[in-house]
């Protein structure tokens, strides 16, 4: 009974991720073992700060990316500061900028802006709702 309630928690529920390099730096370090709820957006859409999994080609790769913009806003970075409708976003989470620029884009309706924490390596897009997978837990 336990082997059968962990096999459906862990296939259906929480999977299990590793997570590799430094774009999370410092709120998740690499060769970490974390877990995403996959249910967690099943009655409510992602949140502006929270941490999601996003998959990205095959069932094996997957990142872990902030929710930085949501459907239908504006977002720009100038100076490394992001910019959400023209308003500056305070990131407490984030301790390593660079200084560098994104041009203004308005998200559509199902897509959502992702950045990693560690803003000197990390990459950043858009992505549509569909890719993601759930939120980083633990």
Not at 95 to 106: A, C, S
């Amino acid at each position: 009974m336990l082997a059968a309630a962990s096999f459906i928690t862990l296939k259906w529920v929480l999977r299990p991720i590793w997570t590799e390099g430094s774009s999370m730096l410092p709120t998740y370090s690499a060769h970490r073992l974390n877990f995403v709820n996959r249910l967690a957006y099943s009655g409510t859409p992602p949140a502006r700060g929270d941490v999601v999994a996003i998959q990205v080609a095959g069932p094996n790769l997957v990142y872990v990316k902030r929710v930085i913009g949501l459907p239908g806003e504006r977002v720009a970075v100038r100076a490394g500061t992001v910019f959400i409708n023209d308003s500056p976003l305070l990131e407490p989470y984030v301790k390593y900028r660079r200084d560098w620029d994104v041009p203004e884009l308005t998200l559509g309706s199902g897509e959502y802006f992702l950045m990693g924490d560690n803003r000197g390596t990390s990459d950043f897009g858009r992505t549509e709702a569909e890719r993601i997978l759930g939120k980083v837990v633990f």
